[in-house]
Nanobody, 123 residues
């Protein structure tokens, strides 16, 4: 699966951005991870398409939302009330498998990755 991510940019704290990730084919689970400078890549959010089960890391719950355009095989991450600590390179990821819920947040379960898009939130 090939993934094309876009939508990053510079925004002030409290602002909003929408990230997009277009997949070349249908997938089982698609998600977003992020990596801040000097830190490990961490899970942000993901959705299992067959049943819509969606997981968010605690720090983004209530602020970020995953949406999907089925016709375009495209996933969106709507990010609201952004905070400086959200600053990172965001990567979309996908697997053709249907993961169990406890594995959705594990980056090792994803075999396809997009190129990353930088989100910078200024205070």
């Amino acid at each position: 699966v090939q993934l094309q991510a876009s939508g990053g940019g510079l925004v002030q704290a409290g602002g909003a951005l929408r990230l997009s990730c277009a997949a070349s084919t249908r997938t089982g689970v698609m998600g977003w991870f992020r990596q801040a400078p000097g830190k490990d890549r961490e899970f942000v959010a993901a959705r299992r398409w067959r049943d819509g089960n969606t997981q968010y890391t605690n720090s983004v719950k209530g602020r970020f939302t995953i949406n999907r355009d089925n016709a375009k095989n495209t996933m969106y991450l709507e990010m609201n009330n952004l905070k400086p600590e959200d600053t990172a390179v965001y990567y979309c990821a996908a697997t053709t498998r249907g993961l169990i819920v406890s594995s959705i947040g594990n980056k090792l379960e994803y075999e396809s990755w997009g190129q990353g898009t930088l989100v910078t939130v200024s205070s």
